[in-house]
């Protein structure tokens, strides 16, 4: 694929500035031709291929465990430690997207299974990849950056947000850029800036400080260093809504509330997190 103008010049704008630039092309690319070009890289560059991430959009509608079985037997991906793994965005959907209780019941054992191995009755090496990836989400948020403060700071903002444009800034095919890929392109609201003219400081910090729109509910919010919501959520494609922020609220605390019940619960049975070797690169 030969590379288009919006890239050249993208990348010829901002590569001095940023340590990645990440692209993301959508397009209707077949599954065989996607499987062919990992599998080149994997055999032609076996060490750039274990820096690799996979991130795996999963749909809450479908079946878990073929999704699970196609990461833990596919030749493809064998040697992977772990697969990092999301849910749909549901950010700009028109219907709520549901979980099927199969999806949560095929999921619930896996984790019982990633418990079970941390404490030396399962062998590891039948614990799903996605799962793995949920106990690195555990020992980094609830452990290894979790750190004993004498209260909150006098300014502070809520968990979440990322520095727009800085890990996944997007581009689309007039040279737009986005914070990431999961904001809308259609709306103006989240455009930070054109590659022809680079970015606009005032919109990035508005993208930002998006907690200024319902400071009073976050500064009684008990998830507020653990609250993940960011411009995305907030957008109504016209401007940025208190009330479209707050409905997401309920789901980011639910999460929050099962992972610290999870950790909590290793904590209790003996499980010491300080001796785990997630820290060593060469596996994770």
Known sequence: MKESIVYKRLAAT???????????????????????????????????????????????????????DFYTNYETFESLYSVRSSYINNAYVKDEIRYRNEFIEQRGYEVFKMMLSKFGRVDEGHVSKLIKDYYIQIYFRMFHYRKPSAGMPIEAHHGGPCVPGVQRLFADVHGNLYPCERVSEQSEVVQIGKVDTGFEVDKISRILNVGTITEDACKNCWNFRFCTLCVAVADDLHTLSKEKKLSHCSVVKNDIRHTLLDYCMMNELGYDFSEDTILDFDKA
């Open 14 to 68: 901002f590569r001095p500035h940023l340590k990645t630039i990440a692209i993301i092309l959508t397009c209707l690319i077949p599954f065989d031709t996607i499987i062919a070009n990992v599998d080149k890289i994997k055999r032609d560059y076996p060490a750039l291929f274990e820096w690799i991430n996979f991130n795996v959009v999963l749909d809450t509608r479908n079946d878990f465990g073929c999704v699970n």
